[in-house]
């Protein structure tokens, strides 16, 4: 089945420093990924879209600079966390979508634990 | 978002049937009906969709009511590796496809 690489999976930092989130897809072409946050017993929230070649579209309340995502091929996507800060220690989740214009299922990251001292 | 309501939880024994019920009365015609699964500090894993006809295949089934504002995902026979949390949710096709999480359904399957 079509595999979905995070890397890496869990990062510690200082405040004040940025941190890199690398999402790959390994067999297939993601036109759209997505990333999502999660804290501890809650679900999953969107951040925001991805489209190759394209800015990312971010859900309301969610800071584009803080947040920066690079989609700059078919099969990478990467999220910045910038400046990060205690507050910002969640479990990072990326996702993909193979192709366009149906309703294809998610392939999912195994996710990345940030915590930020 | 058109929005989903699941039970918070719900308890099975090992080898037995488990119906995840889900209410999406606001559902629209182009909306799909998914279901993923997540087990503790992983990422979600894609179960079954579906549209407006049963679906079934090696993981689970999917039951639509006829009107579509339900659905129930069903595993034939629960096993410990099912206990997880089952999310059910509304997406549709196109060039703003995406989905969105609620809170999800969390399984507990006793041996």
């Known amino acids: 089945g079509a595999v979905v690489s995070q890397h890496p999976s869990r990062v510690i930092c200082k405040s004040g420093t940025s941190v890199k989130i690398e999402c790959r897809s390994l067999d297939f072409q993601a036109t759209t990924m997505f990333w999502y946050r999660q804290f501890p017993k809650q679900s999953l929230m969107l951040m925001a879209t991805?489209?190759?070649?394209?800015?990312?579209?971010?859900e309301q309340g969610v800071e584009k600079d803080k947040f920066l995502i690079n989609h700059a091929s078919l099969t990478l996507s990467t999220l910045t966390v910038t400046s990060a800060h205690p507050e910002d220690s969640s479990f990072y989740i990326c996702?993909?979508?193979?192709?366009?214009?149906?309703?294809?299922?998610?392939?999912f990251g195994s996710g990345t634990q940030l915590s930020v001292l | 978002d058109a929005k989903t309501t699941q039970p918070n939880s719900m308890e099975s024994n090992e080898e037995e049937p488990v119906h995840l019920p889900c209410n999406h009365s606001?559902?629209?015609?182009?909306?799909?009906i998914h279901w993923y699964r997540q087990l503790p500090s992983q990422g979600p894993e894609y179960v079954i969709h579906g549209l407006t006809s049963n679906v079934n295949n090696r993981m689970a089934s999917l039951a639509i009511a006829e009107d579509r504002k339900s659905s129930t995902l069903i595993l034939h026979r629960a096993t410990l590796r099912d206990a997880a949390v089952y999310y059910c949710i509304l997406g549709s096709g196109g060039s703003n496809y995406k989905l969105t999480f609620g809170k999800g359904t969390l399984l507990t399957v006793n041996p």
């Open positions: 606001t559902i629209s015609g182009t909306d799909y």
């Open positions: 996702s993909a979508r193979p192709g366009t214009g149906g309703s294809e299922k998610l392939f």
């Open positions: 991805s489209n190759e070649g394209s800015k990312a579209t971010y």
